[in-house]
């Protein structure tokens, strides 16, 4: 792995472009204000929406795109009441409703589901934004199975929990005109090598493979979109990239871009099971759909060449 503190400082956003143009912020083709962006009478949850990128770009976005109704989901009740009077400062009709919620208890996700759905009959949007990071080595022999695992029964096992209570929910009224749409976050760190990352790293390369099965478990009913949100400067920044002092983006970056691709599924379902990266151009992307799905692109895949008919003369 190269010297990091030899790297410029937008390394993190130019290694990993897909796209011509690449942000850092919100650009025209997202603003979350715009028609095409628009969230009217809909209802999202969010989970991890106490602090960081949840908090400060994706739960305000979404306000700001007109959602009904948001569900704030993270551990501290005291932070949530923070976050909802925020979001009553940018709309004062939107509804809230915040629920301290350990994602990674199934008893405590399945008693919110419940508090969730007795108000709602339809939600239409899950963000399965919480997640930790607690690698507590680079060396594999030192790393501690219990701090090693704790990151997948959040950023994994947590994820799926209300992801699977969110589909009970859906099943009754998703349809391939009016799909229930939901956003796993996962990390550009998922297909790099960061052994000061493993235990974050594995737990969110899992979460590609998760969003491609789940998307194609439902076809046309469930669109599941994976995405990084590149680096931002939050409590989960590892100190290691901190200290390098790399470029971070904006988190409404995130957020208009998750409302840009949940607002018209027709739109972004070319990108169903796929993963993205924030700072990726939305109008390039489209412009490549047919190359993206033609070549399977932005998938988990292995790096080889497999089947019997590459050895036919």
Sequence with gaps: MADLASLPKDWIRTS???????YNSVYPAI???????????QVVVVTGASRGIGALGIAPTFVKAGVKAIVLIATSAAKLATVEEELK??????ETLALSVDISSADQVAKGWAEINARYQKVQILVNNAGIETTDSDKTHELDPDVFFRNFEVNVKGTHMMTQQFLI???PWATTTDPAKLINMSSSSAWGVWPFLAAYSNSKASMIHYTATVAASYPGTVLAIAINPGLNDTEILP???WDVGFNCNDPALTGATLVWLVADPARSRF??????TVEWDVDELVARKEEIVSKNLL???LNATLGVDQFKD
């Design 299 to 301: 998938t988990m895949q």
């Design 89 to 94: 400062k940018i709309n004062p009709a939107v």
């Design 169 to 171: 929910a859906a099943m």
């Design 239 to 241: 100190a290691v990239l």
């Design 31 to 41: 603003d979350p204000t715009q028609a095409g962006s628009s969230l009217k009478d």
């Design 271 to 276: 990108l169903n099971g796929r993963v993205l």
């Design 16 to 22: 990993g472009q897909f796209t011509r143009k690449a």
